[in-house]
């Protein structure tokens, strides 16, 4: 379930963070975390019905804000998720550049992570497509700091942030990955996703 959460957090979504008082946000995370329960419970003991779970955008930048923060890595905060319909999710990050260039140790002018220094806000934009349990990014845009930056840098970043000891050259953007908990299909629609099992 990590990999496919930080996946799309990495590569779709939102260009700001959830607004609103504490306690609504709060409540929001709260739904999320009981609708991933259910979800989670549905999968466990699988009855032969299709269920059909609506989270809206301000539920998972809510659970984003709220409990998230543990989950994610080092040199990553203020992530945040858009839903933008027909399938276009946005994701966007505060991320620390300057450990990916200490990695890199590039040297060449005309490598364009050398330009990129500091704690910057990166976006991306795309497509999710999911079928039998099987989901895929398609690339769209990225950028970072407000200035736009080609699909490998982007993958230089997520690929960084996203190595764990199971999966040492981290999240491919092009890969496809299968969706947890038995869910079948995500239909990401404006402002909410409707995830089927």
């Not at 329960?37 to 539920?59: L, M």
């Not at 260039?101 to 364009?112: G, N, V």
């Not at 099987?134 to 982007?154: H, M, N, Y």
């Amino acid at each position: 379930m990590r990999q496919a959460a930080l996946a799309l957090a990495f590569a779709a979504t939102l260009t700001g963070t959830a607004g609103g008082d504490a306690g609504a946000l709060r409540r929001d995370a709260e739904r999320l975390k009981q609708k991933v329960a259910a979800i989670t419970s549905s999968a466990e003991r699988p009855d032969g019905h299709i269920r059909r779970t609506t989270v809206t955008e301000k539920e998972v930048n809510a659970y984003l804000v709220y409990d998230a923060l543990g989950q994610l890595p080092t040199g990553v905060v203020e992530p945040a998720v858009r839903m933008i319909g027909a399938g276009r999710v946005s994701g966007r990050a505060v991320v620390d550049l300057d450990a990916l260039r200490k990695q890199r140790s590039s040297t060449s002018l005309f490598d364009p992570a050398s330009y990129l220094t500091g704690r910057l806000a990166v976006t991306a934009t795309g497509v999710l497509t999911t079928t039998d349990g099987v989901g895929r990014f398609a690339f769209e845009s990225a950028s970072a700091g407000g200035v736009s930056i080609p699909k490998f840098l982007l993958q230089e970043i997520v690929s960084h942030y996203s190595k764990t000891a199971d999966s040492p050259a981290g999240i491919g953007l092009d890969d496809p990955f299968a969706l947890p908990a038995r869910i079948r299909d995500i239909r990401v629609e404006r402002g909410q996703a409707i995830i089927i099992q």
